[in-house]
């Protein structure tokens, strides 16, 4: 069993109401969590130059936390144009962008960004773009016959097929023509993720219980020689937190079966 690293805090903790807890211990709780103001990020305005990644310098302490905290010390960060916040994803998260990237299932995290800023200045502008040559990316990547093997091998494919529900969003998303292909990939992975909590109704049953879609992964012989660094990844992580990341991680795999999928043949 591998050792559980990671401190009893984390990037966006939040005090849960329990039933069982005392109004007072909660509000204690509250008022106990360490956060602190970190680092100040001053945009300014270029028509020509734009960043990408910034580097930030901290004392090793803290890099250290950072790294146990996001199992990486490239922290992705995301713009909620709608409520004009700036969080981080979480370890979850960074850690299947970065396996689904390894596969070229999906961009790597610098060339999402890239690719996903002209995007962002027409949403802000309000006129679509269009995402060029997206059925020859779709087919450079191979992304639609990897992920189909992947939910094959999780035992869920059958189950995201018989869902044209999904596919008519990925459809509807992709002609706005407001998204990059990576972009429409995390939307469709957070439908799916979020779709129990948000509407009481599973959008794919199995995500129900997602340990029984990590040991079909693990247990079967071909996936782990055919996915070798991702049965590696899931092997390594501790049992308490195997469900939440299979949860996230076959998420995204369905929202990138599904996206190339529509790319590439339609529905």
């Known amino acids: 069993m591998v050792e559980e690293k990671r401190p009893t805090f984390r990037a966006g903790f939040e005090v849960e109401a329990m039933p069982t807890r005392a109004p007072t211990e909660i509000w204690r709780d509250l008022a106990h969590i360490p956060t602190f103001p970190f680092f100040i990020i001053k945009f300014t305005e270029s028509k020509t130059i734009e960043d990408f990644t910034l580097e930030l310098r901290v004392k090793p302490k803290v890099y250290e936390h950072i790294k146990n ?52 200045s027409d949403v802000l502008a309000g006129k679509p773009s269009k995402i060029v040559n997206a059925k020859e990316e779709a087919r450079e990547r191979k992304a639609l016959e990897k992920a189909e093997e992947i939910l094959q091998y999780a035992g869920v494919l059958e189950e995201v097929d018989r869902n044209d529900t999904l596919a008519k969003i990925a459809k509807e998303v992709l002609e706005t023509g407001m998204k990059d292909l990576d972009s429409i990939i995390y939307r469709l992975a957070m439908t799916v993720y979020h779709a129990e909590r948000l509407t009481r109704k599973q959008i794919i049953e199995s995500l129900s219980d997602p340990g029984i879609l ?10 782990k020689v055919r996915f070798s660094k991702i049965a590696g990844a899931l092997n390594e992580i501790p049992p308490p937190r195997r469900s939440d990341f299979m949860k996230t991680f076959i998420s995204f795999v369905i929202g990138s079966y599904i996206c190339h999928k529509v790319v590439t043949h339609g529905i």
């Open 69 to 120: 905290v996001y199992g990486t010390d490239e922290v992705i960060f995301y713009f909620d144009l709608p409520r004009g916040e700036i969080v981080a994803w979480t370890l979850d998260m960074l850690l299947t962008i970065r396996l689904l990237s390894e596969e070229g299932i999906m961009s790597t995290p610098k060339d999402w960004v890239i690719k996903s800023r002209p995007y962002m």
């Open 214 to 223: 990590h040991l079909n992964l693990i247990s079967n012989e071909d996936f």
